[in-house]
C-alpha cells in the first residue's frame, strides 16, 4: 500500500466498496446527492464546498446560493460526513482588527488545514474575481486576510504543509468571464501575507478534449511519500455548452511546480442525472478529498451540475496506478515553471 504522509486516521470515513461494473478508477456514492435542492429555508442551492475532519466529526464551509442566486459561504456539521446540519446565516467574517468584513459574493469555497490554522480560500469580489482568503482556529472566528493575489484569479488551493518552510498556494489566472487563460499556477508566502516566486504548474490540452478549454484546482493535495497527488478539473467547451470533469495528477513532493505523471483520460466525466441536469448542466467540480492515512481510503466532495452536493470514492493504490499507468507528457508540465 501506498503510504500516505500527513494526513489523520479517520475511521468513519464515508464509504462504499467499488462496484463491479465501474469502469474507472474513482466511482460514485450510491446515495447521491448528498445535499439536494433547497436544504435550508431561501436557499436554491448547496455545491462545490470544502470539508474537514475534526475531533471524530465532519465541518463544512458551503457555497450556497440564495433564491436571488447570490453566492456566499456558511457552516455545515455531520457526524458520518453524509447527514448534515447546516447553519441558518452566513459566515461573519472580520477583518485583522476584529472589524466585520462580508465579502460581497463567495463560491468555491477550499478548507484547509495547515499546522494549527484552518484555512479557507474562495473566490472573492475584488475589482473583479480574485482569491478571498480566511484563517480559523475554532470554526467561530473567521478573520479574513490580505487578498492574497491581484485579480482575475480563480480556483485558490492551499498545500497542507509548508513546503521548504513556505506556505503554497494553486490558482488559476481567469478574467470576468469563462476565461481564455487556462493554466495552473503556484504562488509561495512566508506569512500568508505576501505572495511571490509565482512558477507555471500544469497548462491545458493535451490530447484529449476534455481539459482543452481550461483546468483548475481543486481539493488540497494530498501527501505521498514521492510527491503530492492532486485531483483538478478539465473543462471542454462542446456544441452543447460546457462540461467539468475531474482529473488527477502528481506532482514533485520539493518543487510542486513539477509534474510528475498527469492522466490523459478524466477520472470521472458527468454521466449521472444529478451531473448532468441542473443550474449548470454536466458539471463534477471537486473542491475536497479527505483520506483515511490507515487504508487509503478517500473520500471525495464535489459539485454536481452546481446544483448538489455529491460523493465519490477512490483509494490512493488505485488512483495513483491509474495515473501512472495512463500518464500524458503535455507541453512544459515537466518544467520548473518559471
Known sequence: MIKVLGEQSIPNLPWEDKPANCPGP????????????????????????????????????????????????????????????????????????GNPYRPYYAYDPRLVKVEDAYYIIWCTEFYGPA????????????????????????NGVLFPRKVNGMYKLISRVSDNGHTPF?????????????????????????????????????????????GWLMFYHGVINNCNGYVYSIGGVILDKDEPSIVKYRCKYYLMTPEAPYEEVGFVPNVCFPCTSLVDKDTGRIAIYYGAADTYLALAFTTVDEVVKYIKENHEGIGRDADLGR
Open 131 to 154: 482569491l478571498g482568503i480566511a484563517r480559523t482556529y475554532d470554526f467561530k472566528t473567521f478573520v479574513r486576510l490580505e487578498n492574497p493575489l491581484l485579480p482575475f484569479n480563480r
Open 182 to 226: 487556462g493554466d495552473i499556477f503556484i504562488s509561495e508566502s512566508p506569512d500568508m501575507r505576501y505572495w511571490g516566486r509565482h512558477r507555471h504548474v500544469m497548462e491545458k490540452g493535451g490530447n484529449g478534449w476534455w481539459q482543452g478549454l481550461k483546468i483548475g484546482g481543486g481539493p488540497a493535495p494530498i501527501e505521498l511519500e514521492d
Open 26 to 97: 474513482i466511482w460514485r456514492y450510491s446515495g447521491n446527492p448528498v445535499i439536494n435542492r433547497h436544504p435550508v429555508d431561501k436557499i436554491a442551492r448547496i455545491f462545490n464546498s470544502g470539508v474537514i475532519y475534526k475531533d471524530g466529526k465532519y465541518i463544512g464551509v458551503f457555497r450556497a446560493e440564495t433564491i436571488a442566486s447570490l453566492p456566499h459561504l456558511r457552516m455545515g456539521y455531520s457526524d458520518d460526513g453524509i447527514n448534515w446540519k447546516i447553519d441558518d446565516h452566513e459566515i461573519n467574517f472580520v477583518d485583522e482588527d
